[in-house]
């Protein structure tokens, strides 16, 4: 059903009016983990003021030490969702167990699905019979065939607003936290109609890169840009090394902003 065998045009996902899949990039920034209020309420402004529509933060945070933080659970999503409402964005956030997929409902446009559950397949089909867009991440260490099946155990259960998201894959190499496979992106377009974005903040794991790999990524094709941005990442609950704060933000984006218009 993903397949672009099935279906020449693209699919095109609607976000509270920001067209994710017609062609233009579309780009969702938000901190890595919703802590607050007020810190998920100033990255918004921020995100707003840039006549942005899309707007992240993690709630249920899957991290690889179960000492760190994970996460605010509910309580994220109903600051999200007060955020949302108050600056007019669409918001995404990650459930990491089928039994919340339906509470999800009332407070995300988007529900993400993490690379770690990429083949959990409870998850995938609990999705898919939801009247909800999905963001699907690339597992760690997934083929893009995988890939492709993991989007299709959605799309099989009734739900065809699927957005792919590469975000790198293990690989031997360590200068990055993961590597990104840039050419997936070309691949999933060709190989499905879905929207393709790509995350450079967990893909690279390196502020110093984001820039470069989000240039990459546009000019190879995705459909959008995910990076986490934070009031200050310094004292971020997770991902701090990455996350951009503000002024790192602004230049970043102006410079996408020039690479896309050429001004
Ligand atoms: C995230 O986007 O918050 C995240 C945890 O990413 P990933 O699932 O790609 O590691
Ligand atoms: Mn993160």
């Known amino acids: 059903l993903v397949s672009r065998q099935k279906k020449a045009e693209n699919t095109v996902i609607d976000l509270k009016g920001e067209l994710v899949g017609n062609g233009i990039p579309s780009f969702v920034f938000g901190p890595c983990a919703v802590e607050s209020y007020e810190q998920v309420a100033q990255v918004a402004e921020v995100v707003k003021a840039k006549g942005l529509k899309l707007l992240r933060g993690g709630a249920y945070k899957p991290r690889t030490s179960p000492y760190d933080f994970q996460g605010l659970g509910l309580e994220g999503l109903k600051i999200l969702k007060q955020v949302g409402d108050k600056y007019d964005l669409a918001v995404i956030s990650e459930i990491v167990s089928a039994n919340d997929i339906e509470t999800a409902l009332d407070y995300v446009d988007v529900i993400q699905i993490g690379a770690r559950n990429m083949q959990n397949f409870d998850l995938l089909k609990a999705a898919g019979k939801v009247n909800k867009p999905v963001l699907l991440k690339r597992g760690l260490a997934a083929t893009i065939d995988e890939f492709i099946h993991a989007a299709e155990y959605i799309m ?101 902003q020039k690479m896309m218009t050429g001004v």
């Open 156 to 256: 099989s259960q009734g739900n065809g607003n699927i957005i792919l998201c590469e975000r790198g894959i293990r690989t031997y190499e360590r200068a990055t936290r993961n590597t990104l496979d840039i050419s997936a992106v070309p691949i999933l377009k060709q190989e499905t109609h879905l929207p393709v974005m790509v995350d450079v903040t967990h893909s690279t794991g390196r502020r110093d890169l984001l820039l470069p790999t989000a240039k990459a990524a546009i000019a190879i094709g995705a459909d959008g840009v995910m990076a986490e941005v934070h009031p200050d990442p310094a004292v971020a609950l997770s991902d701090s090394a990455q996350q951009m704060d503000f002024k790192q933000f602004d230049e970043f984006y102006k410079e996408i």
